[in-house]
């Protein structure tokens, strides 16, 4: 019996010490890749004209929302299937990424026919590298929630560095030492990305999967990631699309100057979605085994830290925007805490929507993301001509309050779990 009690514990301990590890190595891989970010958002800042800047900060949001039609959204998918069904992931993972590679011919067709009638999202030539890139983020992705699923922290980290901050590094020597220009970030990335699917290839090359499996899965994966779509292009347009808006009224330097205010309130943002890539294993894991008692208790330890994090970042505003550009963008100092209170209910409601997705009800997660984006493009759309591209940092934190609130109503009503405030043990 005392052999057992031994055991148990030391079971429990390297568990513990596994989930801490990973908690770690999320907040260092996102920190360094953040942190890269911020500190050569500077360079480009400088180095680059305000309408240049403003070009390149579409093409960082235009990649990711463009990516959710390349592969219809089924990177959820996978961490759902992970769950149910371990031993054929990667058989999953290699059809979509078919799927993908299959349909881009499709998409260079439908670029072709928009720029023959004229309609650009930043220029002709920067957008058929957005497509390029969006792509290959598309499959990175679709490794990137097998790795946070299965907790392969490391491999994660490592590809999510390479990805997200490596090409600022290049970029900027390409610029600094080569004459580079705006393009050449986005040539650089698209390389990079190029280069970590060609190596995950190497190994899909050992998985066989037959044409009707193949179907099977991607029948299964589509039906239950369709209802993602809207919801993601709604969480992405929530993110990026008063950008957009903002060049559509004024011109490349607004966009320039949101930008900087909001990559600084972004820093808040880059905690709480690193420390999520290990959050969400644990609820869906809890949820699994209906420990909602033990999801309540951690989700307001986990609140209180995320809070005071936010608090830092205000704080410390000035600070970071004159690391990360000059004294022309400290005009947009009054509109940081703004948009740091608006990722705050961002924070509450990517803690809740992890109930419904461990249910397959990914409908209900449609419902407060679509409704929040479309309250965010209404509101630019009325405000920003009106009252300047500021406004976007309140019609931003509204859309977002809208979002939590939808998604909590729903935990409450449909689920009768309420991990924010109390528990209870009706549970379906």
Known sequence: MEYLKNLIRKVTVKNLRNVNEGYIYYLVGEGLSKGIVFLFLGFFTNALSKEDFGKISLFWVSVPLLSVFIDFSQRSYIKYFYIHNTEKVRELIVAIKMLCLILSPL??????????????????KSDYLILFSACLFAIIELYLSYFQIKGSYKKYNLVFIVRNAIPYILAAIVIQYFSGNVYSFMIIQGCLMLLIVILFSKNDTLVRIGFKNGIQYLKSSIKFSLPFIPAMISVLALSFSDRFIINYYYSEIEVANY????????????????????????????????????????????????????????????FLVSLMSNASYFLILDIVPTIVIGMFFYFLYTVLSNIPFFYKNTSLMVLPAIVAASVNLILNFILIPIYGYKVAAITTTCSYFIEFVIIYIICLQYYKVDVLFKTTNEFK
Do not use: G, P
């Not at 998409?107 to 002709?124: A, G, H, N, P, R």
């Not at 420390?275 to 330890?301: C, P």
């Open 259 to 318: 930008t900087v205010a909001y990559t600084v309130s972004s820093i808040f943002m880059a905690f709480f979605m690193a420390t999520n890539k290990m959050w969400q294993k644990f609820i869906l894991e809890n949820l699994k085994a209906k420990n909602i008692d033990k999801i309540s208790r951690v989700t307001k330890y986990y609140i209180l830290v995320v809070l005071s994090v936010a608090i830092l970042v205000v704080i410390s505003r000035e």
């Open 107 to 124: 998409y260079v067709v439908i670029f072709f026919i928009k720029d023959y009638y004229e309609i650009y999202i930043i220029d002709s």
